[in-house]
């Protein structure tokens, strides 16, 4: 690794992106190469880092922006599930994920212990993943503390997650991955559900959506859309930013903040009365 020079690793960065990764990828790899030569450095290996540099100073940064939904897009997102004979029947899924902001891993986690009616409070402090080649569920904790929390339920979550628990289970819901059970959301077979799942319903949905509608959805429009969403808004209502770190289960603060920037002026202008008055 002490031969690595910055222009060999600039090259492999030229090199990926010929290949068809996409800058996203890239960078996340770049991040990881970056970390591993950091360690190097420490070990007293090599003196520079090769991999300390800005990768849109070498490639161009196409990544398509993420939007949140308007409240407007949002409320005849809603009503069009709500009233489609196709996808009505995960009404209850996408209101869930609008108004908690999940993780689509983590709404595949939920089980029915994770429910806390009582106090109005879901329990988070896992996630349900599946393995691209071998096939078998296997459940993920959180990396770090920030990702245990709990989110309380507004009255329309409740009363989604009320629906969800009437409907009927399956033998099958007695699967026990990793030591966990009884999962809310099941596909066809009676398996809990994963992310590919949601997101292959999604395409659909959101091309069905388009061809009924004049104002197209995001053109970046994925499960992770509606945590988006939903962080955008209590960010604009102007929640606490340390709250909103809570909920969402951000591990730093400033991936936080960055949802206060989709505020418009009308926030802003709003915000500043309401201080000053």
């Keep these: 690794i002490d031969t690595i020079k910055p222009s060999d690793a600039k090259e492999w960065a030229l090199r990926m992106k010929e290949k068809g990764y996409s800058f996203k990828t890239i960078n996340n790899h770049k991040r990881s190469l970056k970390a591993a030569f950091y360690t190097a450095i420490q070990d007293d290996c090599i ?17 398509e922006p993420k939007e949140p939904l308007s409240p407007t897009q949002e409320a005849s997102f809603l009503s069009f599930v709500q009233n489609d004979k ?19 891993s983590e709404l595949c986690g939920l089980t029915e212990t994770d429910i806390d009616f009582e106090n109005k409070l879901i329990n988070v402090d ?20 920030s990702g245990n929390r709990q989110i309380p339920m507004s009255t329309k979550v409740y009363e989604a997650f009320e629906r969800v628990m009437k409907k ?4 099958r819901t007695q699967l026990i991955i990793d030591g966990y059970s009884r999962f809310l959301f099941l596909n066809r077979n009676g398996l809990p559900k994963v992310a590919i ?45 340390k709250a909103l770190q809570y909920i969402m289960g951000h591990s730093n603060i400033n991936m936080t903040l960055n949802y206060y920037a989709h505020a418009t002026p009308d926030n802003a202008m709003a915000e500043m009365e309401r201080l000053i008055a």
């Design 47 to 63: 003196r520079k880092n090769p991999f300390d540099f800005q990768l849109n100073t070498v490639l161009e940064d196409n990544t």
């Design 86 to 104: 196709v996808y009505q029947k995960y009404y209850d899924e996408i209101i869930i994920l609008l108004g908690t902001g999940l993780r689509i």
């Design 126 to 145: 896992h996630q349900l993943l599946k393995h691209s080649e071998a096939g078998g569920y296997y459940i993920e904790t959180p990396k770090t503390k």
């Design 168 to 171: 009927p289970r399956t033998e």
């Design 197 to 241: 799942n949601y997101e292959s319903m999604f395409r659909g949905l959101v091309r069905k959506y388009n061809k009924h509608h004049e104002e197209a959805l995001p053109k970046v429009m994925t499960p992770h859309t509606l945590r988006h969403t939903f962080c955008t808004n209590l960010a604009n209502a102007g929640m606490n930013p």
